[in-house]
């Protein structure tokens, strides 16, 4: 029994994994299969990297992007940098007269600090933010979705992180 499933696991991986690998001087994504990279020059000037995926034909879309600092205090820096996007996701939402609903969390890793928050807000749109401040390295990962559940966007991106290497 243990070898059928083994042998259909086997049979299935070329189906699961997209072969495609993000590669940048801060960390190495490997994709799932259903993401894969967008084109467009639309990327963030203050961003060294990003990186535009989107899931199955667009049913989400995430941006990964990466910062470099000089900071004495990565711990403070870390709780700074949660406040200024959480203020960020607030104004934006409050200029398009939406309400957003989000909960956050904060992790000091011992060899990092890992900021996360995730939501849905009233024009049907989930999100999901993860970063991570290394030394002097940043990496920001936002996914969002119009058409997925809660629970997929959830899947989608822990299944996205699996793939980061640093």
Request: aromatic fraction near 12%.
């Amino acid at each position: 029994m243990v070898r059928i499933i083994t042998c259909l696991l086997f049979a299935m991986a070329p189906a699961l994994a997209s072969g495609e690998s993000l590669e940048s001087g801060l960390f190495i994504l490997d994709l799932p299969g259903g993401w894969e990279i967008a084109g467009g020059d639309d990327h963030p000037a203050w961003s060294d990297d990003p990186y535009h995926l989107v899931f199955e034909d667009g049913r989400a879309g995430a941006t990964i992007s990466t910062m470099t600092f000089d900071h004495p205090d990565r711990e403070a820096l870390a709780n700074e940098y949660l406040d200024i996007r959480l203020e960020a996701e607030r104004e934006v939402n409050a200029e398009l007269g939406i309400t957003v609903t989000y909960e956050e969390a904060f992790e000091d890793k011992g060899y990092g600090h890992q900021i996360e928050y995730f939501g849905s807000d009233s024009s049907g749109r989930l999100f999901r933010y993860w970063g991570f401040i290394r030394d002097t390295k940043l990496i920001n990962i936002y996914l969002e979705s119009y058409e997925l559940p809660a629970e997929s966007l959830e899947e989608e991106f822990r299944r996205l992180l699996a793939g980061l290497r640093f």
